[in-house]
């Protein structure tokens, strides 16, 4: 029954927050930042599968968020809404309701064979090569997009508004709130589960010594290509969501900053560790959101307060451990894979 608790706990949590909002509880701006922490998350936890625990140096997270987030919207525009460019809408705007998160992986589909593009060439680069690579895989999709006036080009992509009304006219829940905080619980599922595997000690292996662990008869090759595509797929999904919780995506979102941004996460939780990217992306996502009305100056603000961080705690907030490890009594409810009863 332990190996259920954070599971059990979890479920509950998230079935206070949709009642809140179902209820108008909650200012729905507040909601938007709960949304928005979930996004970051599953950019940050995603994110440090390859620059934490694998220990490549990735720069280009946003590229495969706004392949996720193009795929994704597109599909549910052309499936469910009428719009002068895609003509009428393939499917009924209420079948929605099932088939968005099967767009929602799709985009996750897509994003994670771009992140071959990512993948393939770190079987000969690391280090800054690598964030050269992923640097130009990000401008890459972002100047294709730029390019595609099919999809709205420079001027970005809009109508997801509409498929989310659709689904609340079927059932009238916060559609979109349920699908970020279902793939949150997943994402985080799923990569304690994986980093925790046989498999997922490999990739570790990697990060300690490439040249070792193939010695020891490590495939680093495959090892490299599944957490690649992992980590981008995961990026796609929250680029999915990100979308349709604006109803509107440009590709000037995604550049170098937002890259950065999951970057910094992911530093300031400490690397290879996945309560620390969770806890990183919270404390950011509230932070940037506190200095919001300094407009500009909060580039000044929060880069210094990272400054004073790596000065004073350059491994970051967890460094290697997890939430376990700092309050051990935690353990009885929070089994570590490999130890459950």
Excluded: C
């Excluded at 990000?138 to 099919?150: G, L």
């Excluded at 939430?323 to 570590?336: G, K």
């Amino acid at each position: 029954m332990r190996r259920f608790t954070s599971l059990i706990l979890y479920a509950l949590l998230s079935l206070v927050i949709i009642t809140a909002a179902q209820g108008r509880w909650v200012n729905p701006y507040i909601l938007q930042i709960a949304m928005f922490v979930g996004i970051n998350i599953i950019l940050s936890t995603s994110l440090n599968l390859v620059n934490g625990y694998m220990g490549e140096f990735s720069v280009g997270h946003a590229g495969f968020m706004a392949v996720g987030a193009y795929i994704t919207s597109v599909l549910n525009v052309w499936l469910f809404s009428s719009t002068k460019v895609f003509g009428p809408a393939v499917l009924s705007p209420s079948s929605a309701i099932y088939l968005f998160p099967v767009t929602l992986i799709l985009g996750g589909i897509g994003a994670a064979v771009v992140g071959l593009l990512v993948a393939i060439p770190s079987f000969r680069t690391r280090g800054d090569y690598l964030a050269i690579i992923t640097l130009a895989v990000n401008y890459i999709v972002k100047s294709s997009i730029e390019n595609m006036q099919v999809i709205g080009g420079a001027r970005g992509f809009m109508g997801m508004s509409g498929i989310v009304n659709a689904m609340q006219e079927v059932v009238n829940v916060p559609w979109v709130l349920i699908w970020v905080l279902t793939s949150v619980g997943v994402t985080v599922w799923l990569l304690h589960r994986f980093v925790n595997s046989t498999y997922g000690k490999g990739i570790v292996a990697i990060r300690d010594d490439e040249i070792a662990a193939e010695i020891m008869s490590v495939d680093t090759r495959r090892m490299k290509i599944v957490a690649f595509m992992l980590s981008s797929g995961l990026a796609g999904i929250a680029g999915g969501l990100f979308a349709h919780i604006l109803g509107y995506i440009n590709p000037g979102t995604f550049t170098i900053m937002k890259s950065t941004e999951a970057l910094v996460m992911v530093y300031l939780g400490g690397m290879g560790s996945l309560s620390g990217a969770i806890l990183s992306a919270v404390s950011l996502t509230l932070i940037l959101e506190f200095f919001r009305p300094l407009q500009v100056a909060k580039w000044v603000v929060v880069p210094l307060l990272l400054i004073l961080l790596m000065l004073f705690r350059p491994e970051g907030i967890m460094g290697h451990r997890e939430f376990t490890d700092v309050f051990p009594a935690l353990r009885r409810f929070f089994p570590s894979h490999g130890k459950e009863k």
